[in-house]
């Protein structure tokens, strides 16, 4: 591997940015591609392989381009953000953890967030914005708020807004959500920042029961990893 390859490539694994690297397998061409930049010299339908491989987290070798290709994903784990921990949380949390997801369960209510309702989860009581700030969500983390409460969620979405967090969404209907647009476009949010939030939460599937919404939101969220077409849930 070339030196400066080499070197751009420690940097962003340890930055945990999501990065593939792409090698020509003829030992000519060898390059970084990043979400939004390629570092070295790649025809165009071998970057957008790349980035779609990293997306998916999918190294291998691939034929383009009139050549074969090596493509080495480097991604930071999966991460799931739970703010508050109510009764869809507790069957979200194992989900996310079967589909990979390294879950955080934040709530500051102590009756709440119990090692008998979330056992082996992580559980972290400070208010939601300073736990989101310790947390530093990332392009790889997801973020879904569930406690129908203004001033446990508002203080969570005004972090994960500004983070590159690839998914972000709220529990309730539209009627709740329209009136939380408002209040974040009071603390100065503009209508495409807002608009990344998803809601209401999860695929429409009909979800009734905690345990089928969890499903739901997984779904969306999965899909929205993946860059697939979603239908949002119905009010």
Not at 53 to 69: H, I, Q, T
Not at 97 to 120: K, L
Request: proline share 6%.
């Amino acid at each position: 591997m070339r030196k400066d390859i080499f070197s751009k490539l420690q940097t962003a694994r340890r930055s945990k940015t999501p990065v593939t690297l792409v090698d020509g397998l003829d030992g000519k061409s060898q390059a970084l591609v990043f979400h939004d930049r390629v570092d070295g010299d790649l025809p165009e339908p071998v970057v957008n392989e790349a980035r779609s491989r990293l997306r998916d987290n999918k190294s291998g070798v691939a034929e383009l381009s009139g050549g074969r290709w090596f493509f080495d994903c480097h991604n930071p784990p999966l991460r799931l953000i739970i703010v508050g921990a109510v009764h869809i949380s507790q069957t979200l949390v194992p989900m996310a953890a079967i589909a990979g997801y390294e879950v955080v369960v934040v709530d500051p209510r102590a009756s709440f967030a119990t090692a008998e309702r979330f056992p082996n989860v992580v559980l972290i009581d400070d208010w939601p914005d300073e736990a989101m700030e310790a947390l530093r969500p990332d392009s790889r983390t997801a973020i879904v708020t569930l406690t129908h409460d203004p001033k446990l969620d508002d203080p969570a979405l005004e972090v994960a807004l500004r983070s590159e967090a690839f998914y972000i969404t709220c529990l309730g209907s539209r009627r709740t959500h329209a009136k939380r647009v408002d209040r974040l476009k009071e603390m100065g949010f503009d209508d495409a920042v807002v608009g990344r939030i998803r809601a209401p939460a999860g695929l429409d599937i009909g979800a009734v029961s905690p345990a089928e919404i969890a499903i739901s939101i997984l779904a969306e969220l999965t899909a929205v990893l993946h860059a697939k077409p979603i239908v949002a849930a119905a009010a």
